[in-house]
């Protein structure tokens, strides 16, 4: 085995539990919920084999990410090919959390799992080449900014989950899979309360870049394209939070927003780093 | 004045004002020193008018301790980021080893219009640096030794680099990537006294390539200066730039001359002659004050603090006695008693859990 990619097969093993938990919950959802004239939770006996495979992946991740850092000497911070792979393992693990502790979203996971798999397909697509840690990464408040950076791309993940179930109900071909779930106006609920819960992981995250940027560059905001862009995704949460209890809007409606301020986190992360030439990007 | 801090209060307002908010942003998106600080201005006090009116009318927010708390430090955090403004400086500065600070050599200065710290009273004296490069000419870490009063009427050493600034009377200095050398001249005019001056290289090894400078002497011929250097640059294995060990011969071209000179040699030019004494360096920082940073960092958690005990606060309430009680009465497109969902949406305990 070349040592350069020895974390590849771990990366490749968590993907493949990642991939058949993705199969198996819309393998779940999308069967037809009568047995006879009995309506069934057609979810239910997939939920444990659905949740162990998730386990499986992130504990498959962790053993890549440990790999790798322990052969390149830093932590998965500065590259896409890093970026992608540690969100792979955090998004499955806290969304593996919340799907443990909260049952009733379990099959969110038909939704979720496939989301977190066009990370899974993008990283197959990227070099794994080394990265070389820059000086001002050497700061605790890396590590504060990056978690609760994780805990609100995850909790944004949820969000868009929910959501994703609200608008999918409208397609007459998959009216039926998401039947054992609750009400739009629930779901609604639970995806509004998760976007809550996301602002305020979002305001740490910014709080503690903040921190960084001021000992890193010397300045704590800047207006460079990242900050701008993770400004207008936490902007684009409180206005939708206003927005939803100042005007009635129709829950697809409100649905939509959800997902788009996931895509704009999405953009955020794995888009505008990238894209730009500011200081902030990657490698300085 | 009730009806009109009322009609101010809308949340409406707050959308419209949202959307302003993040228009402005959008125009200022990675470009903020091209576009007019007024994209931003407008809509924060506009929010700023609309958000305290709320507080002070609106019983929705001020009777809920968590969002009268995060709303009010939203408030807060548009007030310091004014202040901030008004009283702040950015600035860069270049100093060479062995210099002492002065505030008057400051670059690229910025200053709110009200800023008045005690910059003439900072005191430091530059020492050497050294900055690791690891292969691949990456830079690793900065290492500048500063001399800095020890508060008993002597000096004592501070080594700053990267994100640990040296930071006196709110005023934080932090290495930047801009450093270099400089060659230690002296110009003996004809018939007048010596002059010692440094000839500032452009940053190393950023212009490797490219270290020259010119001068004109007051009476003489304009001076064309290239330094050789020797450092032990390597783009393929690591290295450490450290001035002290780094060597360099003077090219000077003036006139119909050229010649190369090592430390301590000397060259008669028209109008005087000029000695290369030593080679030094110079250290670029990027200077920073702003008397807020502490305080928007205090009140944006404490916001934070506000709207997390909200939340708790909310969802401890509505999920037993509200929210699932509500959306399991409401007749939804699929409805969710017991029988239809086979039990997965078990009981109001699998919410309270979240
Ligand atoms: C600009 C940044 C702002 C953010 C991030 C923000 C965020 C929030 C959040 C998270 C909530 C709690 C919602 C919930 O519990 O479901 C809330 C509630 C509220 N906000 Fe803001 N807010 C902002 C500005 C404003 C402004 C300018 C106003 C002025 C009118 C305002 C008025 C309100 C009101 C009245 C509520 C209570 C709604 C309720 O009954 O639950 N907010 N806000």
């Known amino acids: 085995m070349n040592e350069l990619v020895s974390e590849l097969p771990w990366l490749w093993a968590g993907l493949v539990a990642y991939a058949v938990a993705t199969v198996m919950a819309v393998y779940a959802v999308a069967q037809p919920d009568h047995d006879g004239a009995l309506v069934v939770n057609k979810f239910r006996p997939f939920e444990l084999p659905v949740l162990g495979l998730v386990a499986v992946g992130v504990l498959l991740l962790s053993v890549a990410l440990a790999e790798r850092w322990m052969r390149i000497g830093h932590g998965p911070f500065v590259n896409l090919f890093e ?5 792979l393992f955090s998004l499955g693990l806290i969304y593996a959390l919340v799907y443990w502790r909260v049952p009733v979203l379990r099959p969110t996971a038909a939704v979720v799992l496939p989301i ?42 949820v ?8 608008l999918l109900r409208r397609i007459e071909r998959m009216k039926a899979w998401f039947s054992m779930m609750p009400s739009d106006a629930v779901l609604d609920n639970f995806a509004w309360r998760f976007m809550v819960l996301a602002l305020i992981f979002d305001s740490l995250m910014l709080i503690a870049g903040a921190v960084w940027a001021q000992d890193a560059w010397g300045r704590f905001w800047a207006w460079d394209a990242l900050e701008t862009s993770a400004f207008l995704n936490w902007l684009a949460i409180a206005l939708g939070i206003h927005v939803r209890f100042s005007y009635r809007i129709p829950r697809a409606v409100g649905a939509a927003v959800v997902v788009a301020v996931f895509v704009l986190a999405f953009f955020t992360y794995f888009g505008t780093p990238f894209f730009s030439e500011a200081a902030h990007k990657g490698v300085v | 004045m009730v009806s009109v801090l009322r009609a101010l209060a809308s949340v409406r307002l707050t959308v419209v004002g949202m959307l302003l908010l993040a228009c402005g942003s959008v125009l200022s998106y990675g470009n903020p020193e091209a576009v007019s600080i007024w994209v931003l201005v407008v809509p924060l006090a506009f929010l700023a008018l609309n958000l305290s009116s ?14 009268l708390v995060f709303h009010s430090s939203l408030l807060g955090i548009v007030l310091l980021a004014a202040i901030g403004r008004l009283t702040y400086l950015d600035a ?47 830079r690793g870490a900065t290492r500048s030794y500063l001399q800095v009063p020890d508060g008993e009427g002597g000096w004592r050493e501070q080594v700053v680099g990267d994100d640990t600034p040296l930071v006196v009377n709110g005023y934080r200095f932090y290495t930047s990537f801009h450093k270099g050398f400089s060659p230690i001249v002296v110009w003996t005019p004809n018939n007048g006294q010596p002059e010692v001056g440094t000839i500032h290289m452009p940053p190393y090894p950023l212009f490797d390539y490219r270290q020259a400078n010119r001068w004109t002497p007051p009476q003489g011929e304009e001076i064309k200066f290239w330094l050789r250097l020797n450092t032990g640059i390597s783009q393929d294995s690591a290295w450490v730039l450290d001035g002290q060990r780094a060597t360099g011969v003077l090219v000077v071209d003036s006139g119909e001359q050229r010649v190369e000179l090592q430390p301590g040699e000397t060259v008669v030019l028209s109008g005087g002659e000029l000695r290369y004494q030593s080679l030094t360096t110079w250290m670029g920082y990027k200077v920073f004050y702003d008397p807020t940073i502490h305080w928007l960092f205090f009140v944006s958690v404490l916001g934070v603090l506000g709207l997390s005990y909200h939340y708790w606060t909310k969802v401890s309430m509505n999920s037993v006695a509200g929210v699932n009680r509500r959306s399991l009465d409401e007749p939804g497109q699929n409805p969710t008693d017991r029988s239809r969902n086979g039990g997965a949406f078990r009981s109001a305990q699998d919410v309270v859990k979240l």
């Open chain 1, 116 to 157: 977190i798999w066009v990370l899974g397909l993008w990283v197959l697509m990227i070099e794994p080449t080394d990265s070389l840690f820059p000086p001002t990464y050497h700061n605790n408040w890396l590590w504060v900014h990056i978690g609760f950076g994780k805990v609100f791309l995850s909790f944004c993940l």
């Open chain 1, 159 to 166: 969000g868009a989950g929910l959501a994703g179930i609200i």
């Open chain 2, 92 to 138: 860069h500065l270049e100093i060479i080893n062995g210099a002492t600070f002065d505030a008057q050599s400051l670059l690229d200065l910025k200053a709110g219009p009200l800023h008045s710290g005690r910059l003439s009273d900072v005191e430091f004296i530059q020492g050497r640096y050294t900055v690791d490069y690891r292969p691949g000419m990456s």
């Open chain 2, 54 to 67: 709320a507080i002070i009318t609106n019983p929705r927010i001020h009777r809920r301790k968590g969002l």
């Open chain 1, 83 to 87: 970026l992608l792979v540690s969100q």
